[in-house]
């Protein structure tokens, strides 16, 4: 059955874990959908991943439209979620929804922005006409330059509680996910006992409503610096398709992520 918001709402009121990972075209969308991985992102890491730039500002809507395309014609099932690139959203909730529109134009299900409770009122434009939403906290890399670099996020008191309060304002403006990366795992869990929506982990612990990591990660393929919270799956699977259904029995099981793997 096709993967819809309703169908995460469901799985994470349930307790089952739910399961991401990026994708960039067609036949590797196949393959994850096959493998069972819920949601297929279509992430702006295609900067770094694909065209071997330092960051992902320099993607562009055009690339966030073709991948899309190229990802739902192999979706299956799997609902796809794309990137809303840096510049895209940031001038105004109309700029956003525009975007946002030729995203789902190209067949997304949800599009995803960075940004704290200052998105909160272009969440709720987009979602109140039609638009599901995931909102990203924590370390958005497209504010990299901000942050003086890839750094964990929350780790005193003072800036948990900002997270905290990012997570509740853009929940109740109408996000259908929140999606945390390189926050203390104690942190990610206390949002996700506070907001009503799944949430979705990268570096952000085990107690959270499901995972996503980089496609190129977990086959251990980027040749650019491996984070704490990566894993190879390949090392054992000894194929791709036996990677990707690893890393989805892992993150069912509740075995990944693990202790070395969180902040």
């Not at 307790?15 to 819920?38: C, H, N, P, R, W």
């Not at 990012?166 to 390189?182: I, P, T």
Request: aromatic share 6%.
């Amino acid at each position: 059955m096709k993967i819809t918001v309703n169908t995460l709402q469901k799985m994470a009121a349930e307790g089952q874990k739910i399961v991401m990972l990026t994708s960039y075209d067609a036949s590797f969308s196949t393959l994850l959908d096959q493998a069972g991985v819920e949601i297929l992102l279509v992430g702006d890491s295609l900067g770094m991943v694909i065209q071997n730039r330092d960051s992902t500002l320099p993607v562009t809507m055009e690339e966030m439209v073709y991948h899309t395309r190229c990802v739902a014609a192999g979706a299956g099932d799997a609902m796809v979620l794309s990137d809303l690139p840096f510049g895209s959203y940031q001038e105004s909730p109309q700029q956003a929804f525009a975007n946002a529109a030729r995203l789902m134009q190209a067949g997304a299900h949800m599009v995803k922005l960075e940004g704290g409770r200052f998105m909160a009122e272009t969440t709720r434009f987009l979602v109140e006409r039609g638009i599901p939403v995931c909102s990203h906290i924590g370390l958005t890399p497209q504010f990299v330059n901000t942050f003086g670099g890839y750094r964990v996020q929350g780790k005193s008191e003072s800036d948990a509680e900002r997270l905290l309060d990012d997570a509740r304002q853009l929940a109740e403006a109408g996000a259908s996910l929140v999606l945390m990366e390189c926050v203390p795992a104690d942190l990610a869990r206390r949002v996700t006992e506070t907001v009503a929506v799944p949430t979705i982990g990268i570096g952000a612990g085990a107690e959270v409503s499901g995972q996503v990591l980089v496609l190129h990660d977990i086959l251990g393929v980027y040749p650019g610096k491996k984070a704490r919270f990566v894993k190879n799956f390949m090392n054992e699977a000894g194929s791709i398709q036996g990677a990707v259904e690893a890393y989805v029995k892992a993150v069912k099981a509740g075995s990944f992520p693990a202790a070395e793997h969180t902040f």
